[in-house]
Nanobody, 122 residues
């Protein structure tokens, strides 16, 4: 069973940057993504990337500020977050699909990490 471990969260001022990492154990032939959950809110999609890295998809709220990438040789996916806003404050979760492509990614999720806290101060 694949395990996902996030890291890189922390406290940053508005306008700052953070890079989250999601290290995966075992095989990496699957699409991956990032979600976030703010206090008293539902978990929401942030970004996703296909196994090859050739396809990516972003939520409108982060488009142009966040970049998802992956290094399959290191079994790791990343989320580079720039121009952070207080409303980006949340626990960020890494997720994996059972497939390599992004179509139906939400439906195909079969694994989650434990989450990493990101706090953006104003």
């Amino acid at each position: 069973q694949v395990q996902l471990v996030e890291s890189g969260g922390g406290l940053v001022q508005a306008g700052g940057s953070l890079r989250l990492s999601c290290a995966a154990s075992g095989r990496t032939d699957y699409a991956m993504g990032w979600f976030r959950q703010a206090p008293e809110k539902e978990r929401e999609f942030v970004a996703s990337i296909s196994w090859s890295g050739s396809s990516t998809y972003y939520a409108d709220s982060v488009k142009g500020r966040f970049t998802i990438s992956r290094d399959n040789a290191k079994n790791t996916a990343y989320l580079q977050m720039n121009s952070l806003k207080p409303e980006d404050t949340a626990v960020y979760y890494c997720a994996k699909s059972k497939n390599t492509w992004l179509r139906n990614f939400m439906r195909d999720i079969d694994g989650w990490g434990q989450g990493t806290q990101v706090t953006v101060s104003s």
